[in-house]
């Protein structure tokens, strides 16, 4: 290292130790700020559950929106789930429905993967809580859909199932009605695999044959007959207990992730942060330095001005 | 080594700059980037930065004696690196704070280089040879869209109306800056003058910005409000006041609504005298970010989350660098120009008029900067490194009774 070097900083670690004061107070700052954002990281952490919400041949069986409209708004329901996380508090119900508003209802939020699919998600400024709060909201979200889903599949089951009841009866109504020499083709259930379309079952000569009314009753009972297969198939569907299809769009609100999955930082760089804020403090440290040097340097020629 | 030696001499001669800032200040209003954010001028600065430093290191021995302004700037450059959005968007803030350091230090440069009121002078007149050519091209420009050329080129052409820079604020930003400099400073008479004005502000007209309209129009009743030349005799202070506020308002609005191109070219999509749209979604923007103002976000994240910058100077301030970070940057900017503003009518002529000259400069920045991002733009730091210069140097030792002779 040349002399000049060796000078100039020399010159500045002269100055650095006449203003002790000055390099210890920005030190601390600089240490309560690293302990501060490590306690308190910007954004803070976050914790994500992935649930169903329950579907039915292909649709979901409620909108997940309203259900979480609704408790989200019910402060009952909300600081439940609060005592359940977090455990029984002791404080005040006017300081439990504070926090509930200042922190915990603006932390949670959800969006659809697909319309059967949610994330949820709880963002909170520490680690800690952030993990119960969530899985015991997860957990009561999931009593809640299974109520509102397992009640919404009955009223479907109910509809579909007095709906096949009523075309079969339509159907055996029509058959009697038009009795045996109408033209009746064979019908389709759906577990017939060997099934398939034939057109040239019933020759021309046969319709050509039949009777005005013969022909009418077939068309009408054809009909029929085609309502009751799709609804009889819609009914297969709502109803059916395979599994293969049900790991797809599971019927039963189920949740998805692993509820000891941890929080984690929202900001994954957060560490940028830690590196950032000693050299913040030391661009500080220089300037209160050098500003303290000028002002030293201005009172000592204004002394020499007023000693002349 | 004994070329260093002579030209790190022939500097300490009264008047005379480096040879690399004379060039930094010459190629400055070519503000197309040649690679990626530097501009040819900033080429001469690595030039400086050497013989800087070299200087630095023989005459100053690292004394830590920077000045109040100095200091406030150091602060302001601690508070940049506190930001809570740096670790989202750590790209941007890299490339703000490499660049924004970059200025800094082109500024440091060109205040190290100036070291007498002699050699400020010989740097604004360098950087005044370009001001009336550009003036004329970007005229040029103007006529050209006038006469149709945008219709003959398919609209090919019109984009380029605000070279040599790479969008129209910079032109107006360079223009708000250099006009003192080019009329106010060189004390040019009465007839030159008035040309001059008009020529700019029908250069400003055609930039499309109502913030620049505002500022020209402004500067040019500073220009002849404080004048001390010739039309002093012509006409009393308060009518030369009245006749030009009035000519250059009216000016100004005959010219925003007719001949405002690049906006009604369809370029910035809106009407110049519009609701503006834009700032009131970034000043909501700024707002939604209050819990933050204390460290600020961090340079650049404002544009790293929304894609676009807060146009406002010290409302970006305040959001990006946070309360310290705004206070310590309006702490340099008084520590840097109120030493100029009080001194100022103790001084003689001509560097009255000239410390005159960069208060217009500095006011007409700080006002534009009240309408857009002028954090990293290169006038801003020049002007601010002028007033440091003028600030701290000494007067010509060249001739002391010069001082006081008038332009």
Known sequence: MNPDMNAVIADWREAAGRHRKWMLLCLAAAVILEIWFFRHPPRGYEATDVVTVGEAAGEPLIGFAKVWDRLINDDAFMTDVMALGWGPASEPRDKILRRLNLEVRPGMSFRMFSPGMAEIKFTQGTYEGVRPFLTAFTKRLLEHLRIYSAREFEKRRYRLGVNVEALSRKRIALQNMFGTGALVTSGFEPEDQEFRPDPERVSVADLASSSFLGLAGMLMIDTARLQEAVTMQAWKELTATETQPLVLAPREPTLLTDPASPARLVQPLVGLLHLFIPIAFFFLFLAGMTFFESAGDDERSAAGRAGD | MSSRTVTLRARHRAGAIPR????????????????????????????????????????????????????????????????????????????????????????????????????????????????????????????????????????????????????????????????????????????????????????????????????????????????????????????????????????????????????????????????????????????????????????????????????????????????????????????????????????????????????????????????????????????????????????????????????
């Not at chain 2, 091209?137 to 006529?143: E, N, P, Q, S």
């Not at chain 2, 840097?336 to 009080?342: E, K, S």
């Open chain 2, 20 to 407: 690399w800032l004379g060039w930094y200040m010459f190629l400055l209003p070519l503000g197309i980037p040649i690679l990626t954010y530097l501009v040819p001028s900033d080429f001469c600065i690595l030039a400086g930065i050497a013989a800087s430093l070299a200087g630095f290191r023989r005459e100053n021995a690292g004394q830590p004696r920077l000045g109040h302004p100095a200091s406030f700037l150091l602060a302001w450059i601690g508070f940049c690196f506190l930001g809570v959005l740096i670790p989202d968007h750590p790209d941007f803030f890299a490339f703000d704070i490499a660049s924004t350091l970059w200025v800094v230090l082109s500024a440091l440069c060109v205040r190290h280089g100036l070291r007498d009121r002699e050699g400020i002078d010989q740097a604004v007149r360098e950087l005044n040879k370009l001001f009336l050519p550009l003036v004329l091209f970007c005229i040029g420009g103007l006529a050209a869209h006038w006469m149709g050329l945008d219709d003959w080129t398919g609209g090919v052409f019109s984009f380029r109306l605000y070279l040599p820079f790479r969008f129209p604020i910079l032109l107006g930003a360079y223009l708000v800056a250099a006009y003192p400099f080019a009329v106010i400073w060189t004390g040019l008479p009465f007839k030159r003058r008035i040309v001059h004005e008009i020529l700019y502000l029908i250069v400003i007209s055609g930039i499309g910005a109502r913030s620049c309209m505002i500022v020209a129009i402004g500067q040019v009743i500073w220009t002849e409000w404080n004048t001390a030349q010739d039309s002093r005799t012509l006409f009393p202070r308060w009518l030369r006041f009245g006749v030009f506020f009035t000519a250059a308002c009216s000016a100004g609005l005959v010219l925003s609504s007719e001949f405002t191109f690049q906006r009604s070219l369809g370029v910035a999509g809106v009407e110049a005298f519009a609701k503006d749209v834009p700032r009131e979604r970034q000043y909501e923007r700024a707002f939604d970010h209050l819990p933050d103002w204390i460290t600020g976000i961090g340079l650049g994240c404002f544009k790293g989350r929304y894609g676009e910058e807060l146009h406002n100077t010290p409302v970006n301030l305040l959001v990006e660098t946070g309360i310290g970070g705004l206070l310590a940057a309006h702490a340099g900017l008084l520590a840097a120009f109120l030493p100029l503003a009080a001194g100022v009518r103790r001084m003689a002529e001509p560097w009255k008029t000239r410390v005159n000259a960069l208060l217009c400069a500095g006011a007409g920045l700080y006002v534009l900067g009240l309408f857009h991002n002028l954090l990293r733009n290169r006038y801003v730091w020049l002007v601010l490194a002028l007033s440091l210069a003028m600030s701290h140097a000494a007067p010509s030792s060249r001739s002391p009774a010069r001082d006081d002779s008038p332009a």
